[in-house]
């Protein structure tokens, strides 16, 4: 059944196919432990277990994208591999868009990834899809030594992405882009709720309609800790508070970008663009599984200056 294709997804995504657990099982055999068959007699997993979704994560990563170790501490978010995929195709084509239709390949392209987390997926998937250089920020010492054990296992990681710690939780980039220092891309998945209480009650409502039936205990199965799943104000009051920030640096990145989960706060990300006077902003619409999203992407930089800007940093 790994011919059934999921044409939501990005045309260069590698898990266009169901999981082939034949193939994955080879690269982590632990993953046996968590594999059942479904009613179809499919293989698949326990999507609400979140040990076999942490497995699932692992034996991805090790076979598509050529991770040595992977592991998060308890409780952290452990996201869906698809979706994090797909943001970065996007991004790619989107840098393409700047330089002349080619995707800008290779460790000279620098991506910050903000909020980088425990799992530290965005930097492992980009490095091995293009080739890029990635900048890892957090406020969580924690998430960060995670981080940090991850790179440290995978030569290609090591040599191409740095940690840095934001010591003020109220900044997105000043404290974490160096003075004279030039960033490509900027990726952001902002925390979603606004508390620990919306968090909870939105996880209940997904798990009450995934399962067709009334769920009272909160499973979080994708895992998330404070700072991942929520902050004052949510989602909308966070992009608002990155696009007003970003507006430091407008000279020091090509392109800005944030998954944006809510619909309905895009019309105040538009005003907070409109009152930033950003040169263009996009919005880019993902489908993946049962969830439909989208990235806004914003620069300063006219479409003479990005054109300046690739023939300067990305052309070889």
């Known amino acids: 059944m790994s011919d059934i294709k999921k044409t939501n997804l990005h045309k260069r995504n590698k898990h266009q196919s169901r999981y082939d657990f034949k193939l994955l099982l080879k690269k982590c055999p632990e993953l046996a432990n968590f594999v059942v068959e479904n009613k179809y007699g499919d293989e698949t997993i326990d999507f609400f277990n979140a040990e076999a979704v942490k497995a699932l994560n692992k034996a991805l990563l090790m076979h598509y994208y050529n991770v040595e170790f992977w592991d998060i501490p308890a409780g952290y978010l452990c996201p869906p591999i698809p979706g994090r995929a797909d943001y970065l195709h996007h991004m790619a084509d989107l840098l393409a868009g700047s330089n002349f239709g080619k995707i800008p390949q290779g460790s000279k392209i620098k991506c910050l990834d903000v909020g980088v987390g425990a799992n530290c997926v965005y930097p492992v998937i980009g490095t091995n899809e293009y ?167 914003w620069t300063f930089l006219t479409v003479k200056e990005e054109k300046e800007w690739a023939e300067k940093r990305w052309l070889e």
């Not at 039936?213 to 800790?225: D, H, I, P, S, Y």
């Not at 966070?238 to 392109?255: A, L």
Request: hydrophobic share 35%.
């Open 131 to 297: 080739g890029w250089s990635f900048i890892g920020s957090d406020i969580d010492p924690v998430a960060l030594e995670s981080a940090k054990r991850i790179i440290a296992a995978t030569p290609n990681l090591s040599e191409n992405v740095e940690i840095r710690k934001q010591e003020k939780p109220t900044e997105t980039f000043f404290g974490i882009i160096g003075k004279e220092e030039f960033i490509d891309l900027a990726i952001c998945n902002p925390p979603f709720h606004s508390s620990m209480e919306e968090a909870t009650e939105g996880n209940l409502r997904k798990l009450s309609n995934l399962k067709k039936k009334k769920v009272t205990k909160a499973e979080l199965n994708f895992g998330g800790t404070n700072n991942e799943l929520w902050t004052e104000g949510g989602e909308k009051q966070f992009i608002i508070k990155m696009i007003k920030q970003s507006t430091q640096f407008s000279k020091s990145c090509c392109w800005f970008s944030t998954l944006v989960s809510k619909q309905s706060n895009l019309k105040y990300i538009y005003d907070a663009l409109e009152e930033a006077k950003v040169g263009e902003y996009k919005t880019i619409d993902m489908g993946t599984g049962n969830k439909s999203s989208r990235i806004v992407a």
